[in-house]
């Protein structure tokens, strides 16, 4: 017999796969052949008028072209060789992009540092990283990397993006400072006298070369740099297009930040599939940019979709008691139509649901799903979630509001794009398939995730010992993740293995999954840490959305009040304890949260409780509170 149609998918898919070239870099010249005049970067610029919403201007993919060789170029002038390091330190802008490929197209190595990062660990990542060059954005970060010049032996030069910082009031007269576009102008001059040096320096790039260095976040602990090869970059763009996430007419939404492994990758489908990117990386203007842009695709992590739809449910409490009704009745329905529906695809192959649950959700569609959608944009074919869990009611509400959320999964490790939910037969509460070329296997002894492939990192940087404790010599990861694989391929995260947890009764906890409930439970809520490790029963510290809790409070008799003051209420301590009791509700008995705290403040990046991508750092998290979670503990007399 012959092969089947997904038989025969799959062997195109990996001799597409295989043929890929040697590098992004490479596969930037390819795309920018191909579609010289194709619309391929819309970024935002200050309106006309001086007042009101950004304009957006756009770079075709020729004048990308050229703006990236003057940048390689003047990387080349400054003596950049290969696999030398370029850090970046800038939020995400259309700068960040035409810098990074500029760095590839030069044949170095890109680091990348979060803005938020303070000057201790920028200093830390570029010393680690002996980065040579580092393009800073702004005064901000020039700051950073001034202020410990003297430890930083192989920095020789800072490009500052914003013109006008470059140059500090005291002058530079070592030029160890110049802007962006001096580079630029740098590398025109260096392309009259040379101007086939980018191509060649393209052409000679090796499939294992050192093409970028990511740092984790760093939940514990310095954080380490992973070290992505060249062919890492063009297997991505190939593998996220054989499955068909992206199209060429596709306009994509792209604010993530690209120092995090989740938006870098999207830059290599992007040059691969050559569909347009409107970049803007202030997460302030989402809202507002959204109706602008209106793309038909976009990522996020979770606490976005948390966002919007707690959101929508906060504006439906404002209109009154009818309108809260409607929302949560269609919510409901949403939920219950997006289940039904998914299990009968999975089932049958057809998505179809009773003509009573069809009904209703015609009824819910006019009045709130449809303008839901409005206010994304109106266009969105599909959005993709990861870096984090996904509430899996969270998930079925926008699936049955017709926002498709493709829930993936992977790690800085392997590149980010390890699973990915298809556009077609996805299911809510797992990461979908592994890309074609991506191996995956599950630990008989404790249920850990392994992966292979040509995502999987070379190693952490100048750490053997680290690198050998997750990397076996034939190629597999462990990536630390406890997960299940259905027989049709779809894998179900389940939790951490570091963050599981026993108890002193014996009984063995999934924190995570507890935390996802409960964010699909209470509206309010922005953070919340289960704790219980060797202790008799499980508690949790909360944090909640301070948007969210003072809107409540001011319909509650609070209005005026700060957020701490709301948080020491005993109004809120029992409103939230109404729904740690619908939680426990859903628990076994050991998983039940007996007691809980709420914080003064919700967690955040600048006090180091979360990392840049919103990850929470447990064990500062538990050690800043210590005194709330004794207190839970404390024997009660």
């Known amino acids: 017999?012959?092969?089947?149609?997904?038989?025969?998918?799959?062997?195109?898919?990996?001799?597409?796969?295989?043929?890929?070239?040697?590098?992004?870099?490479?596969?930037?010249?390819?795309?920018?052949?191909?579609?010289?005049?194709?619309?391929?970067?819309?970024?935002?610029?200050?309106?006309?008028?001086?007042?009101?919403?950004?304009?957006?201007?756009?770079?075709?993919?020729?004048?990308?072209?050229?703006?990236?060789?003057?940048?390689?170029?003047?990387?080349?002038?400054?003596?950049?060789?290969?696999?030398?390091?370029?850090?970046?330190?800038?939020?995400?802008?259309?700068?960040?992009?035409?810098?990074?490929l500029g760095v590839m197209c030069a044949g170095a190595a890109t680091t990348t540092i979060y803005t938020q990062t303070n000057a201790d660990e920028t200093a830390y990542i570029l010393a680690d990283s002996g980065s040579k060059i580092l393009i800073a954005e702004d005064a901000e970060q020039l700051a950073k990397a001034r202020e410990r010049r003297a430890e930083l032996t192989a920095l020789e030069h800072v490009v500052v993006i914003e013109d006008a910082d470059a140059v500090p009031a005291e002058g530079d007269p070592e030029g160890w400072v110049l802007s962006l576009s001096d580079l630029a102008e740098r590398g025109a001059a260096y392309l009259d006298k040379h101007p086939e040096a980018v191509k060649e320096a393209v052409a000679a790039l090796r499939p294992e070369q050192l093409a970028t260095l990511i740092y984790t976040s760093g939940t514990t602990g310095r954080p380490k740099g992973v070290r992505?090869?060249?062919?890492?970059?063009?297997?991505?763009?190939?593998?996220?297009?054989?499955?068909?996430?992206?199209?060429?007419?596709?306009?994509?939404?792209?604010?993530?930040?690209?120092a995090h492994i989740f938006g870098k990758v999207l830059i290599s489908a992007h040059v691969k599939v050559g569909h347009v990117s409107a970049v803007d990386g202030r997460a302030d203007k989402i809202v507002e940019n959204l109706p602008v842009v209106r793309p038909t695709y976009m990522a996020a992590v979770p606490r976005i979709f948390e966002r919007v739809y707690n959101g929508a449910q906060a504006k439906a409490r404002?209109?009154?008691?009818?309108?809260?009704?409607?929302?949560?009745?269609?919510?409901?329905?949403?939920?219950?139509?997006?289940?039904?529906?998914?299990?009968?695809?999975?089932?049958?192959?057809?998505?179809?649901?009773?003509?009573?649950?069809?009904?209703?959700?015609?009824?819910?569609?006019?009045?709130?799903?449809?303008?839901?959608?409005?206010?994304?944009?109106?266009?969105?074919?599909?959005?993709?979630?990861?870096?984090?869990?996904?509430?899996?009611?969270?998930?079925?509400f926008f699936s049955g509001a017709g926002i498709h959320i493709l829930e993936g999964y992977g790690l800085t490790e392997s590149a980010a794009a390890s699973f990915v939910n298809p556009e077609v037969g996805y299911r809510t509460g797992t990461v979908g398939k592994a890309l074609p070329g991506c191996e995956v296997r599950i630990a008989e002894e404790d249920g850990e995730i392994l992966l292979r492939g040509p995502g999987?990192?070379?190693?952490?940087?100048?750490?053997?010992?680290?690198?050998?404790?997750?990397l076996e010599e034939d190629g597999w990861f462990h990536t630390g993740d406890i997960g299940e694989l259905s027989d049709?391929?779809?894998?179900?995260?389940?939790?951490?293995?570091?963050?599981?947890?026993?108890?002193?009764?014996?009984?063995?906890?999934?924190p995570t999954e507890i935390e996802g409930r409960f964010k699909a439970v209470c509206p309010y809520v922005s953070n919340v840490l289960v704790i219980g490790a060797d202790r008799k029963f499980c508690s949790a510290l909360i944090g909640l959305d301070e948007a969210m809790i003072l809107g409540w409070a001011a319909e509650n008799g609070m209005a005026g009040t700060t957020y701490a003051q709301v948080m020491a209420d005993p109004r809120?301590?029992?409103?939230?304890?109404?729904?740690?009791?619908?939680?426990?509700?859903?628990?076994?008995?050991?998983?039940?949260?007996?007691?809980?705290?709420?914080?003064?403040?919700?967690?955040?990046?600048?006090?180091?409780?979360?990392?840049?991508?919103?990850?929470?750092?447990?064990?500062?998290?538990?050690?800043?509170?210590?005194?709330l979670i004794d207190e839970m503990y404390a024997p009660r007399t």
């Not at 090869?229 to 596709?250: F, H, K, P, V």
């Not at 529906?341 to 049958?348: G, L």
Request: glycine fraction near 8%.
């Open 572 to 627: 809120t301590r029992e409103l939230i304890d109404g729904y740690v009791g619908q939680l426990n509700e859903g628990l076994q008995r050991w998983q039940t949260i007996r007691q809980f705290r709420l914080l003064p403040r919700d967690l955040d990046v600048e006090h180091g409780e979360l990392t840049p991508s919103l990850k929470m750092k447990r064990p500062v998290v538990e050690g800043e509170y210590k005194e």
């Open 456 to 470: 999987i990192m070379e190693g952490y940087h100048g750490k053997p010992e680290l690198t050998a404790e997750v």
């Open 488 to 510: 049709d391929g779809y894998l179900k995260i389940t939790d951490r293995k570091k963050d599981l947890f026993k108890t002193s009764v014996g009984k063995y906890v999934a």
């Open 318 to 396: 404002a209109g009154g008691a009818a309108k809260l009704k409607i929302f949560e009745w269609a919510a409901r329905t949403a939920v219950e139509y997006a289940k039904v529906s998914q299990e009968n695809y999975r089932r049958t192959g057809s998505a179809s649901v009773p003509f009573a649950l069809s009904a209703r959700h015609k009824v819910a569609d006019t009045l709130v799903y449809a303008k839901l959608r409005t206010a994304m944009g109106g266009n969105l074919r599909g959005t993709v979630s990861g870096s984090a869990a996904l509430a899996p009611d969270i998930g079925y």
């Open 1 to 100: 017999m012959g092969a089947g149609p997904e038989e025969a998918v799959s062997e195109q898919q990996h001799q597409s796969i295989e043929n890929r070239p040697p590098s992004l870099a490479q596969l930037f010249l390819d795309r920018v052949a191909a579609t010289p005049d194709r619309e391929a970067y819309r970024y935002p610029v200050p309106p006309a008028s001086g007042t009101g919403p950004a304009d957006w201007a756009s770079y075709t993919w020729a004048q990308a072209a050229d703006r990236v060789f003057a940048i390689s170029a003047g990387l080349m002038d400054l003596g950049v060789r290969p696999q030398e390091r370029v850090a970046i330190a800038s939020t995400t802008r259309v700068d960040w992009i035409l810098s990074d």
């Open 228 to 258: 992505l090869r060249q062919d890492t970059w063009s297997y991505m763009g190939y593998a996220i297009e054989a499955i068909n996430l992206l199209r060429s007419d596709d306009v994509q939404y792209l604010w993530l930040p690209l």
